[in-house]
């Protein structure tokens, strides 16, 4: 069981660019949650899916940033136009039921120069 | 808003117990009690979590008040390894059972 797997582990974006992080929970966990991480602070949730469902995105910036869970393959995580204060860790995490434990994966770090 | 209090950072030395603790006065009665730790450049990793009764697992001790408003992470004997961002975290209905994280306690493990 590999566990949680992100990719790419580290990404360059010039701003303007797309930038498309993914992220393939642990088999069997429907649950996936993406929480982001500025420099030097903590983890701030952005958005909670369940295949193929948005659950909570209460989290997620209102405009440029897009999430989805397709039935089939990884949860992705879409940021349109980046600009630099986009630079961050991205974390993803998956859980087997809703009021489970986390597992989270190592992170996609994103650079927008 | 993390609804838990945990001091900025502890300090220990190597193979020794210790205790980290939390505050979470406005707990309620079905919220569950989490633990996570992050090590530098890396994801966050379960701990341990509890409800009412203390628990124990391989990694940890989690010890809670008997009126639910503070716990104690114990570490049994801390190796370098164990240095780390702890965070406690109230799994609340209220946030739709997602984790909300705070700041954590910063722990440096001395050798």
């Known amino acids: 069981n590999a566990g949680v797997m992100q990719n790419p582990r580290h990404l360059v974006r010039r701003r303007g660019q797309e930038a498309r992080l993914r992220c393939s929970p642990m088999?069997?966990?429907?649950?996936v949650y993406w929480y982001r991480q500025l420099p030097e602070e903590g983890l701030k949730f952005m958005v909670y899916l369940q295949k193929e469902n948005i659950i909570d995105e209460s989290g997620m910036p209102k405009e440029r940033f897009s999430a989805e869970f397709p039935k089939e393959g990884p949860s992705i995580l879409r940021i349109q136009q980046v600009v630099r204060g986009d630079s961050a860790a991205y974390f993803c995490?998956?859980?087997?039921?809703?009021?489970?434990?986390?597992?989270f994966g190592s992170g996609t770090r994103l650079t927008v120069v | 808003d993390a609804k838990t209090t945990q001091p900025n950072s502890m300090e220990s030395n190597e193979e020794e117990p210790v205790h980290l603790p939390c505050n979470h006065s406005?707990?309620?009665?079905?919220?569950?009690i989490h633990w996570y730790r992050q090590l530098p450049s890396q994801g966050p990793e379960y701990v341990i979590h509890?409800?009412?009764s203390n628990v124990n697992n391989r990694m940890a001790s989690l010890a809670i008040a008997e009126d639910r408003k503070s716990s104690t992470l114990i570490l049994h004997r801390a190796t370098l390894r164990d240095a780390a961002v702890y965070y406690c975290i109230l799994r609340v209905m209220e946030y739709g059972n997602k984790l909300v994280f705070g700041a954590g306690t910063i722990l440096r493990v001395k050798s």
């Open positions: 509890g409800l009412t």
């Open positions: 995490a998956s859980s087997l039921l809703a009021n489970y434990g986390y597992t």
């Open positions: 088999k069997g966990h429907s649950h």
């Open positions: 406005t707990i309620s009665g079905t919220d569950y």
